[in-house]
């Protein structure tokens, strides 16, 4: 069958670390993958797209890695900051027909 | 600044009603999406409209009906509310192959 995992353990981190969440995914072979932001009782936002080709892509302090051979996806936010805690999710197209399937989520705790 | 909103962001209704969740986005996107979100189920896609009346079923289409009559506007119906409908309800929309953008979302309680 076909998945999207994420951690269900939230991750706590100290300010100043690197935060890193995994998207792993079977019986897919997604053209890209997305990640969103996801504040408690707020609609999830749109973070960072990384296309098949791509190896890596980076926003600011956001990184993202794309290895299809593994079938999994890095996401990296580089010296955390309290106001990054949130549920990330991780987000892919398995069809190709503009239809988004998505992980539960993995929340990360920016600890002071 | 890009916009999706819904209709109410806290809605209270009886079991056997009928809803009505709106949802309006202000980009020109020719797609919309309504899902719900539980606790430890996720996102989960209800329908999906890639053009003025045109509409496919998400993954639990089941006990809801959309209406596309105008670009921006997407509507998501309960024609007969129940108890195991309370969820967050969520409506995004985009461009093809683009990202989402999500609106505040609705959290319905059917009791």
């Known amino acids: 069958s076909q998945k999207i995992e994420q951690n269900s353990e939230a991750l706590n981190i100290q300010e100043g670390k690197t935060a890193t969440l995994t998207c792993n995914y079977t019986?897919?072979?997604?053209?890209?993958l997305q990640w969103y932001r996801q504040d408690p009782g707020r609609g999830p936002v749109f973070l960072l797209l990384i296309r098949e080709n791509e190896k890596e892509k980076r926003k600011e302090r956001l990184k993202v890695t794309f290895d299809t051979t593994l079938k999994q996806s890095l996401f990296h936010i580089t010296a955390s900051q309290p106001a990054d805690s949130a549920t990330y999710l991780c987000?892919?197209?398995?069809?190709?027909?503009?239809?988004?399937?998505f992980g539960k989520g993995n929340q990360v705790v920016v600890i002071p | 600044d890009v916009k999706v909103t819904q209709s109410s962001r806290y809605l209270v209704k009886r079991t056997g009603e009928k809803v009505f969740l709106e949802c309006v986005q202000d980009m020109d996107h020719e797609n919309m999406f309504w899902y719900r979100q539980d606790p430890g189920l996720g996102l989960r896609l209800i329908y999906f409209?890639?053009?003025?009346?045109?509409?496919e079923k998400g993954d639990i289409p089941e006990g809801y009906s959309v209406s596309r009559e105008k670009k921006e506007r997407f509507s998501l119906i309960l024609e007969s509310a129940s108890t195991n409908q309370t969820s967050m309800y969520l409506c995004a929309s985009n461009a093809q192959f683009y990202e989402q953008y999500f609106g505040p979302g609705t959290r319905l309680t059917v009791t």
């Open positions: 987000a892919l197209d398995p069809r190709g027909n503009n239809r988004l399937a």
């Open positions: 019986n897919y072979s997604p053209a890209y």
């Open positions: 409209s890639y053009d003025v009346k045109m509409k």
